[in-house]
């Protein structure tokens, strides 16, 4: 909303990208977090439909984790931050439960001397944010979670150990975060993305083999005992990733620039883009059975991401996106009717170092105002060979403590980008308070509501205009700043002096005269009686001062007879035309009384005076007759 008051108002354009009304669309990029660095990991929907997205933020140079909730329409609900005394902490990936309470899954980080140990972390969080429990779960070397997934009152986690190599780590907790069983599966490496998934009563979790091949297994939720586990031995991947929805299940894999999908069967598609930085973070499928994968990619100098869609053989989304410079996806949910994206961005780095992002697009991969392009990739197919692989698995179970974890509010803010289009400093002021020297554009942080912006600049007319802000919104303001239309004068002088000056038609005195004229194009008639009329187009430009001299030409006058030829020099370039009404004019030397512009032309006898000489002219014929007669 945008409301426009001042002495002149430029055209303006207020827009709030990819939405009409912020907060009122269903789809929307949101951007949200601190002013230090922070990053969006994780998302999941609650089932109202709200959207919780979890992270890291950075405050005083240390990191804590970072939880968020958004209404459908990017609203922010809350926002809060959970710090750890004497610790660094972030999360990496969240579920919600049937009762809508939120667990996430990270790492805590400790320091003794030089040496970094790193345990597994597992905060419950209610859907208000507040800490039921947070538990450190420490199995004596470095741990980290990167993956969950909740069934009924059982919550298994997943990540990595490393007693001598890190090794696939998965633990069952009740809903206490108490452990059930803790299971690590020697020579399985993890992929250090989520990994666990749910196929109905099934809990499938992926590794790779010492061959870099990827290995699928099936664990049995009770124990954590292997039940069966497949490989691919001539597929080698980086670090895959692993989809699950329904009837369907696939492994995807990026290697820089082709992204892979691997079906149960052992056949495989590569679709290459056309551009390099494939790397797969994240895939799911639609209701429909539409496969979506996110994918860190460089369509673009810099780094940001890219979405596949595919259904079947077919393909339904082939886009790259960019937000900014620097856009690092991070997770990706499939909803019934939308792709939600997380990740982090330096679209606002000039206020803020990186926000955490979080974009809600429709399943076609539309985002609106945003930079995007299609992509038509080229594909190449061939087949693997799956093999039953043997997998044996050893318990190992953590310590685990009791965090004392202090819980912070972030507040909400929104982004005014402004565009002013002049090179000149431009004095920014938001709510009457001085805020920045712009150039051609500027971006601040503002708190959401409305805010009165003023922006002003040596010689243009001072700008002002009422913007409403949206929590994690962008609003853009198009200022047009005009410039003032600064006099300048114009001189005119004629010979001989005391002649009439008109101004495109327009008496404004007489010679000698000084004019302050607004910039433009001007006609400038000089006349005199018994003189022939001066023109001259003249063009009048702010600051420079223009003489004109008129050197008059008398009409010649003839008793006898009389030709007159009036010759009328006009001196015109043609310029831009400006139309103005200042005028202000200046009389110089003595002065004279208004005259008339017209010109009378003598000689020669005409009209009634003609009549009467003519009428007489025969008596004087007659009596210098008789005279001559006597």
């Known amino acids: 909303m945008v409301e426009l008051k001042g002495a002149y108002l430029a055209a303006i354009t207020l827009m709030l990208l990819f939405s009409t009304l912020a907060g009122a669309s269903d789809y929307w990029v949101g951007f949200y977090g601190t002013t230090g660095y922070d990053e969006l990991r994780a ?42 005394p004497g610790v660094e902490a972030d999360v990496r990936a969240l579920a919600i439960d049937n009762n809508g309470n939120i667990i996430a899954v990270g790492s805590v980080r400790r320091k003794a001397g030089e040496t970094l140990t790193s345990d597994l972390l597992v905060m419950k969080l209610d859907g208000d944010g507040n800490v039921l429990w947070a538990r450190d779960y420490d199995a004596g070397s470095l741990e980290v979670a990167s993956s969950i997934v909740i069934d009924g009152n059982a919550i298994f986690v997943g990540g990595y150990a490393t007693p001598e190599s890190p ?40 590794g790779l083999l010492g061959s870099g091949s990827p290995v699928l297994m099936r664990l049995n939720p009770l124990s954590g005992g292997v039940i069966e586990a497949t490989g691919c031995s001539n597929f080698p991947v980086s670090s895959p990733v692993l989809a699950v929805g329904g009837n369907h299940s696939s492994i995807l894999n990026g290697n820089g620039t082709c992204l892979a999908v691997l079906l149960p ?16 973070v994240g895939a799911g499928y639609s209701d429909d059975g539409t496969l979506y994968a996110l994918s860190v990619a460089k369509p673009w100098p810099g780094i940001n991401f890219y979405v596949l869609g595919l259904r079947g053989e077919s393909i339904k989304v082939s886009r790259a996106y960019r937000l900014s410079d620097l856009d690092i996806p991070r997770g990706m949910e499939v909803s019934q009717d939308s792709l939600l994206i997380v990740g982090s961005s330096e679209r606002f780095s000039r ?10 697009l429709p399943l076609n991969g539309a985002i609106g105002s945003y930079g995007s392009k299609d992509a038509d990739p080229s594909i190449f197919t061939g087949s693997s060979r799956v093999e039953g692989v043997d997998i044996s698995s050893r318990t190992l179970l953590p310590k685990v403590f009791t965090l004392e974890v202090r819980v912070g509010d972030i507040k909400p803010v929104g982004f005014l980008r402004i565009e002013v289009g002049i090179d000149e400093p431009v004095k920014l002021y938001i709510d009457g308070e001085f805020r920045a020297l712009l ?19 040596d010689g243009y007319w001072d700008y002002e205009a009422t ?72 063009k009048v430009i702010p600051g420079e001062r223009k003489v004109l001299s008129a050197e008059l030409e008398r009409i010649q006058v003839s008793t006898t007879s009389t030709t007159s030829t009036t010759t009328t020099t006009t001196i015109s370039t043609s310029f831009s035309t400006t139309s103005s009404s200042a005028i202000t004019t200046t009389t110089t030397g003595s002065s ?24 007489v002219f025969p008596l004087v014929l007659m009596r210098g007759f008789r005279r001559g007669t006597r």
């Open 43 to 84: 998302v999941s929907i609650m089932p109202n439909g709200d959207i919780v997205a979890a992270g890291k933020a950075s405050f005083n140079g240390t990191t804590a984790p970072w939880v968020i909730r958004l209404d459908r329409y990017g609203r922010v609900l809350w926002s809060k931050y959970y710090t750890i």
């Open 167 to 206: 090794e696939v780590w998965v633990l069952r907790l009740n809903p206490y975060g108490d452990v059930v069983w803790g299971k690590v599966y020697p020579a399985v490496y993890p992929t250090f993305k989520p990994f666990l998934a749910l196929n109905g009563s099934a809990l499938l979790a992926l």
């Open 265 to 280: 069967s052992g056949e495989w598609s590569c679709y290459n883009p056309g551009f390099g930085g494939v790397d797969v």
């Open 351 to 360: 206020a803020v170092k990186t926000e955490g992002f979080v974009a809600k």
């Open 439 to 457: 150039g051609r554009e500027g971006v601040l942080v503002l708190t959401p509501g409305t805010h009165v912006v003023k922006l002003t600049a």
């Open 467 to 538: 913007v409403s802000i949206w929590d994690g919104m962008e609003t853009v303001l198009k200022a047009e700043l005009k410039r003032k239309a600064e006099h300048g004068i114009l001189l005119v002088n004629s010979s001989p002096s005391h002649a009439a000056v008109y101004l495109n038609g327009t008496l404004v005195g007489w010679t000698p005269l000084a004019l302050n004229l607004s910039p433009g194009e001007y006609m400038v008639e000089v006349t005199k009686d018994g003189y022939r009329t001066y023109r001259m187009k003249v």
């Open 592 to 615: 004279a009384e208004p005259r008339s512009s017209t010109t009378r032309k003598k000689g020669g006898l005409c009209g009634p005076a003609a009549v009467v000489v003519l009428s």
